[in-house]
């Protein structure tokens, strides 16, 4: 049988790509590298958290690896030469992984990040460092709540009872959660006339979101502006040191010619 590393007519080894994934960014950048480097190998690694999760280009792995020992593992036995972390900005401890399984791995890591949102004239944000940061702050922004965190975080509002909750998430949340909420299943993009009317249907006095960025999420800020609903913002956790970060897939693309010529 054929290593799927070796060409089939000769036996130069094609460079293998690892990307973290599970956002738009890598399934773009999956894309890409199928379109204008096809002479790589595309790995893209899921964690396996979506029902049915929409696959890129390439081959996909899905599940997790068993920390960064396992990921070290992996990059070692697939002769991984070059690792993106293109995970979610809040997926923390998949990039902490990342960086210590490059490291003792040695393979080149690059980190790909879309850049945070800026807050604009008439917006009222109130930035928080954690998600139960942002359940304090709510107690005192009104009582119907707009909560775009995801179904992950929801324990942490589940204290919450004098409040009522608007839920939006991919897969149906478990519990615990809060006792009063509606569960709004849905993924982006959504649109701006989406959200004013989401905002105004369930007279929304406060949203919650993290600082994913990005243009899929984004009309909710906007909708929230127009309707001076006030915003609380979970700031992004920091990518690991060290790690090189660039914000486009353009520059990834870039980076990976240059490593792996
Ligand atoms: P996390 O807390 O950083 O990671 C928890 C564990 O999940 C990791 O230790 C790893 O398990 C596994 N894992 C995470 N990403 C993986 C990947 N791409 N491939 C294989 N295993 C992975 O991550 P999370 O916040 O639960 O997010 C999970 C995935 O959903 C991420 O890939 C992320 O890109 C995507 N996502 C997250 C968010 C968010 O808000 N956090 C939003 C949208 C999409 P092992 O230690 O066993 O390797």
New binding site residues.
Partial sequence: MTDPATTASASVRRPHVL?????TE?RTLAADLADRLPGLRVT???????AAPRLPAGEV????????D??ARWLREHAVDALID????????????AAQAAATAHVPLLALRRPGWVPEPGDIWHPVASLTEAAEAVRGLGHRIFLT??R??LATFAHLTEQWFLVRSVDAPEPPHPPHMEVLLDRGPFTLEGERALLRDHRIDALVT?D?GGAATSPKLTAAREAGVPVVVVRRPAVPEGVPVVEMVEEAVAWLRIRLG
């Fill in positions: 990307i973290l994934g599970g956002t890598a893209t690694s899921l964690a396996g958290r979506v792995r899905i599940g997790g690896f068993g920390g960064p396992g990921l293109a995970t979610h900005p809040f997926a923390g401890t998949i990039s902490f992984n965190t995801g992950m975080g993290k994913s």
